[in-house]
């Protein structure tokens, strides 16, 4: 129900910082092969926001800077990482240092690694025939990024070169801040937090998956007096299950019209008119999504609607995130949703 009391203002949203591993070439050191530092503005705009433990298998495993370059080879079923130069293989020492440092990680929220790099890439690495001589036969991950999918593939973990697209980079930090949270509620032991973690991120689970809002309430409304750590383990699986894919559009338009109808009745037919012609212009790509759930967010704090201000589908993430430029390869960055 609509509270027809005086007009609140949207809350002023505060986040736990997550923990964030990067590869320490991301504007930290220039330890890249040729002694470079890679610039990316992600990195400076999230500081603030976020507790980093920056990386550099590479050098980790001993290899200096400046260095000549490494390569993975296929060696039937598996990847092998090679320095063509000296003959090295390097192979068992990346994945030994990789195991190690993983295992004294902690706890951590998710993962910026550098793109194509034959350590830190994630999914678009080139692996040779052979050492010298041969051509590209596949792509896949580096060595590091391989033990970091195999342990923490639920979590966020991205290349840097795909988080310059902002749909990309909207939904890594919808969900990074997320889990970051679940991670600050694990500390409390109290069922009624869950419930409240729930109840403001249920818009934005239903845009993300209809099937996993469903499934996750059964958690939270099932729990029969089991043990919290048990409940919230359950609850943390299926959450980050289901936001493992950006939302589609017409799971969005789903979201606006669910949000409207707490409205509706309240508002002039010209309203109405005017929110179905601004859903006909997001459906057919002639408006971003924020500017649906700024109108929706309007009409909340116009009708006192608590309920709909917490919703954590409005501001996901720090707003002063959502203003970075798109790498040309998405749309023009604002306060906006994904998609």
């Given at each position: ?9 949207a809350p002023v949203r ?322 906006s949703l994904t998609p």
């Amino acid at each position: 129900m609509i509270r027809s009391t005086a007009p609140l203002s949207a809350p002023v949203r505060e986040f736990p910082k997550p923990v964030l591993v990067i590869s320490e070439c991301l504007e930290f050191e220039p330890c890249r092969y040729n002694g470079a530092r890679i610039h990316f503005d992600l990195v400076h705009a999230l500081a603030p926001h976020v507790e980093y433990c920056p990386v550099c298998p590479e050098v980790q495993v001993g290899l200096g800077v400046p260095r000549d370059p490494i390569r993975i080879v296929a060696d039937g079923g598996r990847n092998r990482l090679v320095q063509p130069s000296t003959g090295l293989d390097l192979t068992e020492d990346m994945e030994g240092f990789s195991a190690r440092y993983l295992d004294g990680l902690g706890e951590v929220d998710g993962f910026i690694l550098k793109s194509r790099s034959p350590s830190c890439g994630t999914g678009s690495v080139k692996v040779f025939a052979g050492a010298d001589a041969g051509g590209v036969v596949r792509r896949g991950a580096g060595l590091f990024a391989a033990a970091v999918l195999e342990r923490y593939g639920p979590l966020v973990v991205e290349d840097e070169g795909r988080l310059r697209n902002h749909r990309i980079r909207e939904h890594f930090l919808t969900k990074l801040f997320a889990t970051a949270r679940l991670r600050q509620l694990a500390r409390t032991g109290r069922i009624a937090d869950l419930v409240r973690f729930h109840a403001a991120y249920k818009f934005l689970l239903l845009a993300y998956s209809e099937r996993g809002l469903r499934a996750l309430g059964r958690v939270v409304g099932n729990h029969g007096g089991d043990p919290f750590d048990a409940v919230l383990a359950e609850y943390r699986t299926g959450f980050l299950g289901a936001l493992e894919t950006t939302p589609s559009y017409a799971s969005m338009i789903n979201v606006f019209q669910h949000i409207f109808g707490f409205f509706s009745r309240e508002l002039g037919r010209g309203e109405r008119v005017h929110f179905g012609g601004q859903l006909d212009r997001y459906r057919e790509g002639q408006l971003p999504a924020s500017a649906i759930a700024l109108l929706l967010e309007s009409w909340a704090i116009r009708f006192g609607s608590d309920y709909i201000l917490d919703q954590a589908l409005f501001v996901p993430f720090p707003v002063a995130l959502a203003s970075l430029a798109d790498s040309g390869k998405g749309r023009a960055a604002g306060r906006s949703l994904t998609p």
